[in-house]
């Protein structure tokens, strides 16, 4: 790739060094996971994928063709994620899209020996403690599912539309911070395109840029 092209790239990815400052997070980006990001598009088929979640059920986009999918990567240890369960912004979201027959699949990418890393037991408490209300927990220690579609923080939320086409990545709402009293008041991203997926128009604001926690993959 031309240095100046994947230079590029990688500007796109970075969430704002100031957040990152004032949160006290590093920064990540691994070349592969730009690569990745840059072949995951909103318009262009979802790419296909077969994970396992924390009951040991397997599943694969084909099995929800004709579904609407949402793809929320987590860390419960991460304060931007905690800002979103500890408000119940994420669980509300949750309840709402799978009310409506919307598949949520929660993805834990965190590595073994890595922040928000969890076995299956502790996901389930996770979910029992928080009242989350996911389709499935996905747990994906050795990062294969983040890498294919470039996670790069948590949350990163990706909406796949019932033709299987991408229809939106990115952030959950426009208040890039971990402060609780934000998701007051935020333009929330995610139930605006549920909603226009659902009334068969386009997402208006189809791609956000994430921001939150770097997904803590291994080596």
Not at 68 to 97: G, I, S
Not at 129 to 153: E, M, Q
Not at 170 to 191: H, T
């Amino acid at each position: 790739m031309h240095t100046n092209v994947k230079n590029s790239l990688i500007s796109l990815a970075v969430v704002p060094a100031s957040l990152a400052a004032i949160a006290g997070f590093s920064l990540f980006f691994k070349t592969d996971n730009v690569v990745a990001a840059t072949d995951v598009k909103v318009g262009a088929p979802a790419p296909a994928f077969t994970v396992t979640d924390s009951n040991g059920k397997k599943h694969s986009l084909s099995d929800f063709k004709g579904k609407t999918v949402v793809l929320e990567w987590t860390n419960h240890e991460c304060p931007f994620v905690k800002k979103h369960y500890e408000t119940d912004n994420m669980q509300k979201l949750q309840r709402a899209a799978t009310a409506q027959g919307v598949v949520w699949l929660s993805v834990i990418s965190s590595a073994p020996g890595q922040q928000g890393f969890v076995d299956a037991a502790k996901a389930n408490e996770l979910t029992k403690s928080r009242n989350a209300s996911p389709t499935a927990v996905i747990l994906d220690p050795d990062g294969t599912f983040g890498r294919l579609y470039g996670a790069r923080t948590t949350p990163h939320m990706f909406i796949i539309a019932p033709d299987g086409k991408l229809a939106y990545m990115g952030a959950i709402d426009d208040k890039p911070s971990a402060n609780k009293n934000d998701v007051a008041g935020a333009r929330n991203y995610i139930s605006e395109a549920l909603e226009a997926i659902k009334a068969g128009r386009p997402v208006a604001v189809a791609t956000t840029q994430p921001y939150g926690c770097s997904v803590k993959y291994g080596k």
